[in-house]
Nanobody, 123 residues
Framework: HVQLVESGGGSVRPGGSLRLSCASS????????VGWFRRAPGKEREGVAA??????YYADSVKGRFSTSQDNGKSMFYLQMNSLKPEDTAMYYC???????????????????WGQGTQVTVS
């Protein structure tokens, strides 16, 4: 049974930083895709970053500001968010899939497992 639990959200001033964590149980990456998504109030859920831990694909809106990492020994995934902007305000979710891919994308059908989300507010 796969479980994902996000943490690390909070309120921050524009220009600030946060690091989101995603604790996984019952899941190993092994070249499969782990994604970070967000949903802002009144908007559709959008992809932020998708990684198989070798290659990471970032949304244009966060490229150069956000980065992913992982601690395989602890089954933890991280999203480092720098230079935060008010438009980054959203609920952030980590997601994991069973598909192997050299390049992970934001297609929701690639991700079978989702966390409950953690709120990020930039103001």
């Amino acid at each position: 049974h796969v479980q994902l639990v996000e943490s690390g959200g909070g309120s921050v001033r524009p220009g600030g930083s946060l690091r989101l964590s995603c604790a996984s149980s019952g899941y190993t990456v092994n070249g499969r895709c782990v994604g970070w998504f967000r949903r802002a109030p009144g908007k559709e859920r959008e992809g932020v970053a998708a990684t198989n831990t070798v290659a990471t694909y970032y949304a244009d809106s966060v490229k150069g500001r956000f980065s992913t990492s992982q601690d395989n020994g602890k089954s933890m995934f991280y999203l480092q968010m720098n230079s935060l902007k008010p438009e980054d305000t959203a609920m952030y979710y980590c997601a994991a899939g069973t598909r192997w891919a050299s390049t992970c994308i934001f297609a929701r059908e690639w991700y079978e497992y989702w966390g409950q989300g953690t709120q990020v507010t930039v103001s």
